[in-house]
Nanobody, 121 residues
């Protein structure tokens, strides 16, 4: 089994900062990529940022320049540093990881349980 555990969400005022963490554990051979998605009430889940095992990153236009994704491959952990937060960043943030459990099969996507980020105006 594979588990993703997120932490770091909370309530912050507009302009503030938060750092999210997501640690993967369990039967892991390798991690191909990790990323953060978010879902606001009444909206579809959207990609916020992603990072590959090689360090390539991808960001949603709405967070470029404000959010930074990074990873610690030795700890199977991905981080999302968020600064200059806006009320429209309020959402449940989910971690997703594409993980290979052995070298002979393709990776599968696994999701965390989500962590609430609320930005007050």
């Amino acid at each position: 089994q594979v588990q993703l555990v997120e932490s770091g969400g909370g309530l912050v005022q507009a302009g503030g900062s938060l750092r999210l963490s997501c640690a993967a554990s369990g039967s892991i051979y390798s991690i191909n990529a990790m990323g953060w998605y978010r879902q606001a009430p009444g909206k579809q889940r959207e990609l916020v940022a992603a990072i590959t095992s090689g360090g390539s990153t991808n960001y949603a236009d709405s967070v470029k320049g404000r959010f930074t994704i990074s990873s610690d491959n030795a700890k199977n952990t991905v981080y999302l540093q968020m600064i200059s937060l806006k009320p429209e960043d309020t959402a449940v943030y989910y971690c997703k990881s594409n993980i290979k459990r052995n070298p002979f099969i393709r990776g599968n996507d696994y999701w965390g349980q989500g962590t609430q980020v609320t930005v007050s105006s």
